[in-house]
């Protein structure tokens, strides 16, 4: 079912574009002002019911980290998220929504719209070194929205870099405000780096390290709904990444809801503190929703939700049922991820977009969707992603995946193509080099491998396996 548009949208769209243009001419100027200056440009009418407080839309982007494909409520979870269930139910589910199967990855890919192999780091950002860093002449996706004029917030994890050197850091890379932790994961209660002292705390506000109390879902939504949003400039845009902890290790929930969970799974406690975390997380969706209507700018803003990677189903609570696999793994449990995309304004509720989406199209994509032209050096640090958002309304036919190649934590590789997905496994005992094909629109379950009906494919395949990670080569 394709999605159509709410009939105001060719004129919210005028000046919406509009609006950005003035503002980019008359930053030129001095001019600090973004508010609909439409009568002063020649040959083009803005309606005089379209709201000023729509012509540049917010656009805020909602990361879960590990939340499994089976642990949303839309997916039948016995886990209750009914505002993840809101936001994607009212506007786009993406049903093939496709990240890396690890964190590092995922984050580089959604920032950049590049492939870790074109940044040329494929891993996790290290604790104790910024060699798998995002390089620092790359273009992020807070310097396209803030050279637009939007105010910038980045809250929570980062793990893009910046163990050693503060230049990695959100402030130093287009935030004007940052509030969580740089790492990976961090306890939700401590606020140290698991497994850490009490004097490895990660957590901060715009390079100061923070000393407080609570849980860190909490924390984090309290500076969105409390400051950020109430306090902002109303006069311009906000641009506004919102990456939890949850449902990462180490698993630490509210108790009341470990409690609740309990009686809902009772052989798996794993499975109850991290369900407590993941409804904890939905509730403070809700609350980051809840701000936007008080705000009255629910109708201008899109919100963008995305799992990081699939769930941990070995120590992290985790279901990825009926995908095979886990993070970590290239399996469609590791990377295919439950997606969305909601904003009233715009978007009709309930509409399911089957295309082929990579979180390296994220960023283009969304700049699209609001007018604006993602600001990387074009030739020197090309997109590997692209602006989907005709396709995810409807407005285009779907296309087929480009190639999209994910590496594993053991060094497996897969590569998408077309209708193909080739499983390259490596490193691992008595599957060496050992290589699957499927269809992966007709066995999504990774269930009827087609490899040896199709050689031609096969060799094809692996041989641009081969070429597209040369320059990494040395890092797989
Ligand atoms: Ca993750």
């Keep these: 079912m394709g999605t159509t548009m709410s009939k105001g949208f060719y004129l919210f769209r005028v000046g919406r574009l509009l609006g950005v243009t003035l503002f980019v001419l008359g930053a030129g100027f001095g001019c600090t002002e973004t508010t609909n200056e439409g009568e002063e440009v020649p040959a083009v009418e803005i309606p005089e019911e379209v709201p000023a407080a729509v012509v540049i839309p917010n656009v805020v982007i909602i990361v879960a980290d590990d939340l499994g494909w089976a642990d949303v409520g839309y997916h039948d979870s016995a886990i209750e998220t009914p505002y993840i269930d809101g936001l994607v139910l009212e506007g786009i589910e993406l049903d093939r929504f496709y990240a890396s199967p690890l964190c590092g990855p995922t984050r580089k890919g959604l920032y950049t719209g590049r492939s870790p192999v074109s940044l040329g780091v494929i891993g996790n950002p290290l604790p104790k070194n910024d060699s798998q860093s995002v390089p620092l002449q790359e273009h992020l996706i807070s310097q396209t929205f803030k050279a637009a004029g939007y105010q910038t917030w980045m809250i929570g994890k980062w793990h893009l870099g910046g163990s050693t050197d503060d230049g990695y850091l959100p402030n130093s890379r287009g935030f004007d405000h940052f509030y969580g932790f740089k790492g990976a994961s961090v306890d939700s ?24 109390e609570g849980y860190s879902t909490d924390l984090l939504t309290d500076e969105i709904v409390n400051t950020l949003i109430p306090g902002r400039d109303p006069e311009k845009p906000f641009f506004l990444m919102v990456a939890f902890n949850a449902v990462h290790t180490p698993l630490l929930g509210p108790e009341d809801l470990v409690a609740k969970y309990a009686t809902v799974f009772p052989d798996d406690e794993d499975r109850q503190t991290y369900a407590a975390m993941a409804e904890r997380m939905d509730y403070n969706i809700g609350r980051i929703l809840g701000a936007l ?80 032209e993602v600001q990387n050096d074009k030739e020197a640090y090309p997109l590997d992603g692209r602006n989907l958002w005709n396709e995810l309304r409807g407005e285009a036919p779907p296309l087929l995946a480009r190639e999209y190649l994910v590496v594993g934590t053991r060094g497996d590789i897969a590569l998408f193509d077309q209708e193909w997905k080739l499983i390259k496994e490596r490193d691992r005992p008595n599957a060496d080099g050992a290589v699957t094909l499927f269809n992966i629109a007709e066995s999504p379950y990774e269930d009827h491998d087609v490899a040896g009906e199709n050689p031609d494919v096969v060799s094809a395949m692996s041989e641009r396996i081969t070429e597209i990670t040369l320059d990494v080569a040395d890092q797989l």
């Design 189 to 212: 209660y401590s606020h140290t780096i698991p497994n850490g002292s009490e004097d490895d705390v990660d957590w901060q506000r715009n390079g100061a390290t923070l000393d407080e």
């Design 293 to 372: 209507k008080e705000a009255d700018v629910d109708e201008s803003t899109l919100v963008f939700f995305m799992s990081d990677n699939g769930g941990n189903i070995g120590d992290g609570g985790a279901s990825n049922s009926p995908l095979q696999g886990s993070k970590g793994q290239v399996y469609e449990g590791g990377v295919r991820v439950a997606a969305g995309v909601r904003w009233p304004g715009v978007l009709e509720a309930g509409s399911v977009s089957y295309q082929f989406v990579t979180v390296w199209d994220v960023l283009p994509t969304l700049a699209g969707a609001v007018g604006l």
